[in-house]
């Protein structure tokens, strides 16, 4: 603790995505006084940022109303083609525009790279003198003599695997602030804590996620559609009694980004997100636009699916979740950016106003309660029982559901009812209940073995480092996880970081690859003990995705 140097400023904002430079770009309009640091664990902005896209520009609008003139990435691309498609394994039938609410069309929305967004702005945040740092991850969170947060420490750089201290060491920092935001994402790992330490979640469901696979392609000319947006539903989740869906979004320079979502909330142990996406891919509709293109990019990341009912406390002493640290993805939309980007500026507002009173380190409870007031609270109510509906009743009867519950809501006839939500682990199953799924061998043009696709993510960490994927009890492991559920983290992880060995010789052993992680909290979420917890690894390790 001696060693670390301190560093003092109004804000610190734990994540570089766009709601926390939305945050600081925000504080920095109010008062450009205001000294605000952002640390982002990623290697540049934008490193560890995997979206679809299919941004609603209203929170963009709203921060930067000329952004189109600014020569922001996200301007490229309007939307110009909708599609929604129900899968059988040979067809693909066109759901109407008109069965779904008009709050579900994409007209007016663009469709590009949230890691460039999020590049954009971190330049944007930088010009504005806000002080960005990536390759500092924020690792512990520090506390003032009345347990309010005072800010955070950054990881130290230079520790080995066996703890001690290499040729390079270098202790992590300090940064004191009158206000800490936690804008890390979904399943952030100093979230967590805040969420148990303040008990967040106390009067909220629990947040439940999905995991979303993409890959980019650049296809043939004559195959791409400018601003084209399909999203799929059906096939072939539909055959392992899990839900989920597609989408494919037709991007500037004859480039598709296309990704599959896996609710987590799945029953059967042997299910794999990976495989499902792969299997997904060879559709006849999807394959006939991938044949002759190339696949450039690969990742994965977990997507808040809980909406409204599962958005906890949003402030305590000293600090505030914004963006996905708090969760207001829209599922039956597929968007979260412009809620994301909402929350921070609405943080920021709350916090300058608290600074500007001479207050800190205590409760931003008008952002709390702007929030819940604001058109984010709005948007999220309509669409509050769509994913419990769906995860409740199953996909055929659930999206009936779900869509007969949205329309009342925009007619102002909905119930005032919230569905609940179950802890996707929990909803595990053991393995003797379930068979196992024959996924078919990867054709290497289409569909492609998991080694491979981690190769595409251009993930990185220092070996020599402590793993920050942390196996909490070993024995439990093997007794439950492999015992009981048939070892389900070498089918859920979507890059093969957990293997079990040793197996034909009857000493199973379990295996953590840690530097093929890329992040995407699967492991956190699904394991059925909750025994494995993801921390920060060393500054600037992980993907480094292109374009994603």
């Known amino acids: 603790m001696s060693e670390r140097e301190s560093m003092p400023c109004d804000v610190v904002i734990v994540g570089g995505g766009v709601a926390g430079l939305s945050a600081a770009i925000r504080l920095k309009q109010i008062d450009e006084e205001l000294e605000v640091v952002v640390l982002e664990k990623g290697s540049e902005i934008g490193a560890h940022i995997l979206s679809g896209a299919v941004v609603d520009p209203i929170a963009l609008n709203e921060l930067f109303p000329d952004w189109r003139d600014m020569d922001c990435p996200m301007a490229e691309t309007p939307v110009t083609d909708n599609w929604h498609w129900r899968l059988n394994a040979k067809k693909a039938s066109s759901i109407p525009h008109i069965a779904m609410p008009p709050f579900m069309s994409n007209d007016g929305c663009y469709t590009g790279s949230l890691a460039n967004l999020s590049r954009w702005l971190g330049e944007q945040a930088e010009g504005l003198g806000v002080m960005v740092f990536p390759g500092f991850p924020a690792s512990e969170v520090l506390f003032d003599d009345s347990g309010a947060v005072r800010g955070v420490a950054t990881q130290d750089m230079g520790i080995a695997a066996d703890g001690s201290k290499k040729g390079d060491h270098q202790p992590g920092m300090e940064i004191e602030a009158k206000y800490t935001f936690f804008a890390e994402g979904a399943r952030g790992n100093l979230t967590k804590k805040m969420k148990a330490r303040f008990d967040l979640e106390a009067n909220c469901q629990p947040q439940v996620y999905g995991l979303g696979i993409k890959e980019l392609w650049d296809i043939e000319p004559d195959k791409h559609v400018p601003g084209r947006v399909i999203h799929t539903q059906g096939w072939p989740l539909s055959e392992s009694d899990s839900w989920g869906g597609g989408f494919i979004y037709h991007q500037s320079n004859n480039q598709v980004a296309l990704g599959f979502v896996t609710a987590l909330d799945y029953k059967n142990p042997y299910v794999s997100p990976f495989q499902e996406f792969q299997r997904w891919k060879q559709h006849p509709r999807i394959r006939e636009m991938l044949e002759g293109g190339t696949r450039v990019a690969y990742g994965g990341r977990v997507i808040n699916e809980g909406g409204w009912q599962s958005v906890p406390k949003l402030a305590f002493p000293g600090g505030a979740l914004v963006g996905c640290a708090a969760g207001f993805v829209n599922v039956p939309r597929i968007k979260g950016s412009h809620t994301a980007m909402k929350s921070g500026?609405?943080?920021?507002?709350?916090?300058?106003?608290?600074?500007?009173?001479?207050?800190?380190?205590?409760?931003?409870?008008?952002?709390?309660?702007?929030?819940?007031?604001?058109?984010?609270?709005?948007?999220?109510?309509?669409?509050?029982?769509?994913?419990?509906?769906?995860?409740?009743?199953?996909?055929?009867?659930?999206?009936?559901?779900?869509?007969?519950?949205?329309?009342?809501?925009?007619?102002?006839?909905?119930?005032?009812?919230?569905?609940?939500h179950h802890r996707d682990h929990e909803q595990l199953q053991r393995a003797d209940l379930h068979k196992r799924i024959d996924y078919p061998k990867p054709d290497g043009v289409i569909s492609f073995d998991r080694l491979t696709s981690t190769a595409y993510s251009y993930t990185n960490h220092e070996e020599d480092q402590p793993k920050h994927l942390k196996l909490q009890d070993e024995e439990l492991q093997l007794k439950s996880e492999f015992a009981v559920f048939d070892g389900p983290s070498t089918r859920y992880c979507p890059v093969g970081v957990y293997e079990w060995v040793g197996i034909e010789e009857e000493d199973p052993q379990f295996v953590i690859n840690a530097q093929n992680c890329i992040h995407c909290k699967t492991c956190d979420i699904k394991d059925p003990n909750q025994n494995i917890e993801w921390t920060t690894p060393e500054g600037g390790g992980g993907p480094n995705y292109p374009n994603m």
């Open 345 to 420: 500026m609405l943080a920021a507002e709350a916090a300058a106003e608290a600074i500007k009173a001479e207050r800190a380190h205590d409760e931003l409870a008008d952002y709390d309660s702007n929030l819940r007031n604001s058109w984010i609270a709005k948007e999220l109510k309509l669409v509050q029982n769509a994913e419990p509906a769906v995860a409740k009743f199953g996909e055929d009867i659930g999206t009936l559901v779900a869509g007969v519950d949205m329309w009342m809501r925009t007619l102002k006839i909905g119930l005032p009812i919230a569905m609940k």
